[in-house]
């Protein structure tokens, strides 16, 4: 009876040891190179040299070893036609009938933060995908394995029926191709980036399942939560759960939200947000006092909501949190006394993030029916902006820094948006609204008295003045805006006229 082959090749070790003795005890001649080989001889399996079979040595540094016809021949041979067996037969190439191989770890290779070209190209795998793809392409008749977690499945395989089943190939066909358009996809980028390609003609992006979901936005919607393989560490796909129920696709939308808007605060922070919306936002002296007045700003919409913060819950502020149904609360850490009175409500999520970690300037991918749209994130802030006063009244340092507080909040809120902002926090928040001055009135109303003396932040330019004009009925003091209308000249007369201070950005901040 003629051996069954078998090659195995690979970088990440795990598991290789017990699949090749199992190989061996179902009557498989392993064939291996380099590290692999070395590792299995010093473990007392008997192994056949990849040069052994092709009868050439490695060379250039090991970049050629397993590319020659008789690997190649011996993986693309189709089994049941005449003339590849006499081909086979004619060059004296014996088909392999199963193929193990991981590749150069490239992915983790460029993850170093000292890593150099040459280091990243050197770590660029060629004989790897080149015979995955060639066992994958010949799934009918080759055993190909590229995940560690399927060498029990297939052993118990080989085992019951002598073989490997075509659904089994089938599927690990399908995983290996990919994985081989992973990894090119990770190459690919690392190679545009070096080019400095800002806007290349074929666009490849690859994502890494993290979790999947009961349903989507709905129950009768699937969802899969899946993640960016070097994405960052500040983000909810790499958050630390540390108590309560899995998250769900709403849950992780809106805490990512949250995250993005707590991030724009250097001072102690806490955040609001129900639906993709902040429904309040508020700064001070503590994540305490921060958290009272985020609450203060709207405690009927906070019911049910996610709860950011950028500084450790301590014991106080948990008490307060306690106190509200939530469904997450966001924060670099939790004091032990706030995990133990936290995690008396068995199914509020508690979520670590790296808060020290340094955000990655990454693109936002946002798919169209047919389609992708991407763009950079909007990361200007109103330290970039080129600030104007356009009024005759100047703010005051109280209006100031409400203004800078509502800028960093507008430009989180579905647009069209208005954030009215008084004593270090929101006070009214309209979002969504199909025209300016309807989102106007939907956050002056939410504000209620607390809209006298507040000021108000604008995501785009007022295209008339009748915005102006329903904030300074409101009591409104001041106003932040993009400019940059035909109609600025409406607006700056009007709030003149109330004698209201407004300030032009130069920037808008839609958010679609």
């Not at 009868?55 to 089994?79: D, M, N, Y």
């Not at 004989?127 to 799934?139: C, D, E, Y």
């Not at 706030?338 to 990454?362: C, G, H, W, Y």
């Not at 932040?457 to 993009?482: C, H, L, N, R, Y």
Request: glycine share 6%; net charge negative; proline share 3%.
């Amino acid at each position: 009876m003629v051996k069954k082959r078998a090659l195995l090749s690979v970088s990440d070790k795990n598991g290789i040891i017990e699949f090749a003795r199992s190989l061996v005890e179902l009557d498989f001649e392993i064939i291996s190179t380099g590290g692999t080989k070395a590792t299995l001889i010093e473990n007392g399996i008997d192994v056949v040299g990849v040069n052994e079979i092709t009868h050439f040595p490695e060379i250039l540094e090991g970049r050629v070893k397993t590319l020659h016809p008789h690997i190649h021949g011996g993986l693309l041979a189709k089994r049941n036609d005449q003339s590849h067996k006499e081909q086979l037969e004619e060059h004296q190439i014996t088909p392999i009938d199963l193929v193990c191989v991981n590749l150069y770890p490239f992915q983790q290779t460029i993850a170093k933060p000292s890593v150099t070209e040459e280091e990243a190209i050197e770590n660029i795998d060629i004989g790897g995908p080149t015979m995955l793809r060639a066992s994958a392409k010949n799934f009918e008749y080759v055993t190909v394995v590229v995940d560690s977690n399927d060498y029990d499945h297939i052993i118990e395989e080989l085992k019951n029926d002598g073989t490997t089943s075509r659904e089994t190939h089938m599927k690990l066909a399908a995983k290996v191709f990919r994985h081989t358009a992973a990894y090119d996809a990770h190459i690919s980028e690392y190679m545009t980036k070096c080019a400095m390609e800002e806007n290349p003609e074929q666009l490849t992006v690859t994502f890494e399942r993290h979790q999947s979901l009961r349903y989507g936005e709905n129950p009768h919607q699937k969802a899969t939560f899946y993640r960016a393989p070097l994405g960052s560490d500040f983000s909810i796909a790499n958050a630390h759960q540390l108590h309560g129920k899995e998250l769900s696709y709403n849950n992780i939308h809106d805490a990512d939200a949250a995250l993005q808007i707590v991030k724009e605060f250097s001072e102690p922070a806490a955040v609001a947000v129900k639906h993709m919306n902040p429904c309040g936002v508020a700064v001070g002296k503590s994540p305490f006092e921060a958290f009272q007045r985020a609450y203060e700003a709207d405690s009927t919409s906070i019911f049910g909501g996610i709860v950011a913060f950028n500084r450790e819950v301590d014991a106080d502020t948990a008490a307060l949190l306690h106190e509200i149904f939530l469904e997450i609360v966001i924060a670099p850490a939790f004091s032990n006394e706030a995990m133990d009175i936290l995690t008396a409500k068995k199914n509020i999520r508690l979520l670590t993030v790296s808060f020290d970690s340094q955000p990655k300037t990454e693109k936002m991918l946002t798919s169209v029916e047919g389609g992708l749209l991407v763009q950079d994130l909007d990361t200007f802030s109103i330290n970039d902006a080129d600030i104007k006063v356009a009024t005759k009244r100047e703010p005051t340092e109280a209006e100031w820094n409400s203004l800078k507080l509502g800028w960093n909040v507008v430009k989180h809120v579905k647009s069209n948006a208005i954030v009215l902002c008084q004593d270090n926090m929101t006070v009214g928040v309209g979002a969504g609204q199909m025209n300016r001055v309807g989102a106007a009135k939907i956050a002056i109303e939410q504000a209620g008295e607390k809209a006298k003396s507040a000021v108000m932040a604008s995501d785009a330019f007022f295209p008339m003045a009748d915005t102006v004009e329903a904030a300074a009925k409101a009591g409104v003091t001041a106003i932040i805006q993009p400019g940059g209308s035909i109609r600025d000249e409406d607006s700056i007369q009007k709030a003149d006229e109330y004698g209201i201070a407004m300030v032009f950005t130069g920037v808008r901040h839609f958010k679609h």
